[in-house]
């Protein structure tokens, strides 16, 4: 079955440092998409990225970038030089084909990130 | 602002009470999902349709149901609720039917209390 391990739960670090969150999928497709959203405190959802199985070219956007690790079934999210904006709850999630199961994404549980001043 | 909408935003009910919670998708968007968010679950997808078909069902209760209209709103009704129930109910909509292909976009969600 289809399943998405954040293992850290919390993260905290001090305005400028690097931080990097993991998000191991486990998956027997070999179509699948992967996607992070952002949850601030104000509580919606909101989605940063999306990358395709067959893409495993590291992406950056600003001070955001993923690297997408297919040998290991890993997609994790680097944010650097953080400021206190960044804190928010990341959840990192994977969708199952539309052949199977529609348009169903699964999330982990969440890496909840604090960047203090 | 990802353009879905969802009414209200806050909602506060007892338990056995029915209430009904409204989304309307992106423009252009035939998919409408419903998911739910709790401190012991985490986010669970409870059901989706496509351009007014049920098109995948999650982990939804049965005392649970949706629909969606012609004119491509969803409508999440919950009823004889319970404690259990209290909660953040999202809801997201994509482009096409879902999948592997579609990017899901988040409405605000409504935060649900039963008491």
């Known amino acids: 079955a289809q399943k998405v391990t954040q293992a850290q739960t919390e993260i905290s670090v001090v305005e400028k440092e690097d931080v990097t969150l993991d998000c191991v999928y486990e998956?027997?497709?070999?179509?699948?998409?992967l996607f992070w959203y952002k949850q601030p405190p104000s509580g919606e959802l909101v989605f940063l990225i999306r990358?395709?199985?067959?893409?495993?070219q590291n992406e950056i956007s600003g001070r955001y970038s993923w690297n997408f690790q297919k040998s290991t079934s890993s997609f994790n999210f680097t944010i650097t030089a953080s400021q206190v904006v960044d804190s928010a709850v990341y959840f990192c999630?994977?969708?199952?084909?539309?052949?199977?199961?529609?348009?169903?994404?699964?999330f982990g549980q969440g890496t909840e990130l604090s960047v203090k001043p | 602002d990802s353009g879905v909408t969802q009414t209200p935003k806050h909602l506060i009910t007892a338990t056995g009470q029915r209430v009904t919670l409204r989304c309307s998708p992106r423009?252009?968007?035939?998919?409408v999902y419903w998911y739910q968010q709790s401190l012991d679950q985490g986010l669970q997808f409870l059901i989706q349709?496509?351009?007014?078909?049920?098109?995948a069902k999650g982990n939804i209760l049965e005392r649970f149901s949706a629909q969606q209209f012609p004119d491509l709103h969803s409508e999440l009704n919950l009823s004889s609720l319970e404690l259990g129930d209290s909660a953040l109910y999202f809801c997201?909509?994509?482009?096409?039917?879902?999948?592997?292909?579609?990017?899901?976009?988040f409405g605000p969600g409504t935060r649900l209390t039963v008491l």
């Open positions: 998956t027997r497709d070999t179509t699948y998409y």
């Open positions: 423009s252009g968007d035939l998919s």
């Open positions: 990358r395709n199985s067959f893409d495993e």
């Open positions: 997201a909509s994509s482009v096409r039917s879902g999948g592997a292909t579609d990017t899901q976009y």
């Open positions: 999630a994977l969708s199952e084909p539309v052949y199977n199961q529609g348009g169903k994404l699964i």
């Open positions: 349709y496509y351009n007014g078909e049920e098109r």
